[in-house]
């Protein structure tokens, strides 16, 4: 069974400082999503990750996918308050089931972010 | 706009009325699945579906049915509410992946569904 696994699941930061956030899963994958989630809202897609290697960058974040150590990071750099929500990582796969090839995600825990000024 | 509308947004009920949540989708989307989302726990799928006709579970699928009767629509209806359901639900949908190898379109998620059950 996939497991998805994300650390640290609160983050505080100070304005400007750099950290990241991890994305362990257990098995093979070929796609892995970021989602950024305010509070009562629904999830934004930040970036979809295919392949080993794969390094996708927007404004202050950047998300990175090594598949064979199984893991997706998402850094920030010189963090701001508006950065501040809950980040998800999330595996895609596709697997057979009776009524043929079906895709599966699968979420981790997610991480809150909070950015102190 | 393509989109993924559910309704309602938020809904308070008490244990044991029977309720429906819809979900809808204008983008011609095979796939469509919801999800419960809980504080620590992230976001588990319930049941799925891979076209019309085509429904089966998901992680957590006690307590919860669906039905797939037109592509669209993607409803969950709940028979005998309890309080352990009371949750932030999302529905989502994509293309099939044969359809989108690429990734192009990865997956649409509605608003959400607040739910209350006491």
């Known amino acids: 069974e996939l497991k998805v696994e994300q650390n640290p699941l609160f983050l505080s930061m100070q304005e400007g400082k750099n950290y990241t956030i991890y994305c362990n899963y257990s098995?093979?994958?070929?796609?892995l999503y970021w989602y950024r989630q305010d509070p009562g809202k629904s999830l934004e897609s930040l970036f979809v990750?295919?392949?080993?290697?794969a390094v996708k960058q927007e404004g202050r974040l950047m998300a990175s996918l090594d598949t064979k150590a199984r893991l997706s990071t998402l850094h920030i750099t010189a963090a701001v308050h508006d950065l501040s929500a809950t980040y998800f990582c999330a595996v895609d796969r596709v697997y057979m089931n009776y009524g043929g090839a079906t895709n599966k995600l699968i979420f981790g825990t997610g991480t809150l972010l909070a950015v102190q000024p | 706009e393509a989109q993924v509308t559910q309704n309602p947004r938020y809904l308070i009920t008490v244990t044991g009325k029977k309720l429906t949540v819809t979900c809808s989708q204008n983008?011609?989307?095979?796939?469509m699945s919801w999800y419960r989302q809980d504080p620590g726990l992230g976001l588990r799928q319930i049941y799925y579906?891979?076209?019309?006709?085509?429904?089966d579970k998901g992680d957590v699928p006690e307590g919860y049915k669906v039905s797939r009767k037109e592509k669209r629509n993607f409803p969950l209806i709940l028979e005998s509410p309890s309080p352990n359901q009371t949750s932030l639900y999302f529905c989502a949908s994509s293309l099939s992946r044969y359809r989108d190898s690429q990734a192009n379109y990865g997956y649409t998620f509605g608003s959400g569904t607040r739910l209350t059950v006491v």
């Open positions: 990750l295919l392949s080993n290697g």
């Open positions: 983008m011609n989307h095979e796939y």
């Open positions: 098995t093979t994958s070929d796609r």
């Open positions: 579906s891979m076209n019309v006709e085509v429904t």
